[in-house]
T-cell receptor
């Protein structure tokens, strides 16, 4: 399966814990995007990364949230000290390059539930 | 004004009907446009890109009107399997790769 791989599919955390969401882009794709979808709402852009670089993090909360895309391994979205409002579906997407008109391909998402 | 606006619906149509959705965007510098579909909170799946001259893919036709800043999607001969939420996607403007998603239009095709 050469698609975008996200894990875990479901993640349950208690308030105050840390959540780590992983995303492996499609083969040949070097651009990764993270989105959050709250219940009954649309997808909200969080961050755009290339290998070892954060290109645009304008949609990411300034506190508790961080993202990385190391040279080796998957992209990680990290949420520290989770709160109930962090409960959402987090989708990762990838694209092959920087050219305009490049569609993004999505993973299955991680459903994060905060108890 | 929202960056990308869609009528949330739902649109309930009988099988075989033709249905059209519109989407408006606020940033005149946007250059890339797409329609995605999303089923039952699953991952969005690319339906089609939207080109300036308009484009067709089987029963689906997409149009772009830059002057009025809207995009449309036409579905002909609706199938039950077309029931989904259709997301309008626009890039955030010149020089940015951030894509802005509309909240989606729900379509339900009835037998």
């Amino acid at each position: 399966n050469a698609g975008v791989m996200q894990n875990p599919r479901h993640l349950v955390r208690r308030r105050g814990q840390e959540a780590r969401l992983r995303c492996s882009p499609m083969k040949g794709h070097s651009h990764v995007y993270w989105y959050r979808q709250l219940p009954e709402e649309g997808l909200k852009f969080m961050v755009y990364l290339q290998k070892e670089n954060i290109i645009d993090e304008s949609g990411m909360p300034k506190e508790r949230f961080s993202a990385e895309f190391p040279k080796e391994g998957p992209s990680i979205l990290r949420i520290q000290q989770v709160v109930r409002g962090d409960s959402a579906a987090y989708f990762c997407a990838s694209s092959p390059g920087q050219g305009f008109g490049q569609p993004q391909h999505f993973g299955d998402g991680t459903r994060l539930s905060i108890l | 004004r929202k960056e990308v606006e869609q009528d949330p619906g739902p649109f309930n149509v009988p099988e075989g009907a033709t249905v059209a959705f519109n989407c408006t965007y606020s940033n005149s510098a946007s250059q890339s446009f797409f329609w995605y579909r999303q089923d039952c909170r699953k991952e969005p799946k690319l339906l089609m890109s939207v080109y300036s001259s308009g484009n067709e893919d089987g029963r689906f036709t997409a149009q772009l009107n830059r002057a009025s800043q809207y995009i449309s999607l036409l579905i002909r001969d609706s199938k039950l399997s077309d029931s989904a939420t259709y997301l309008c996607v626009v890039n955030g403007g010149s020089g940015t790769y951030k894509y802005i998603f509309g909240t989606g239009t729900r379509l339900k095709v009835l037998a």
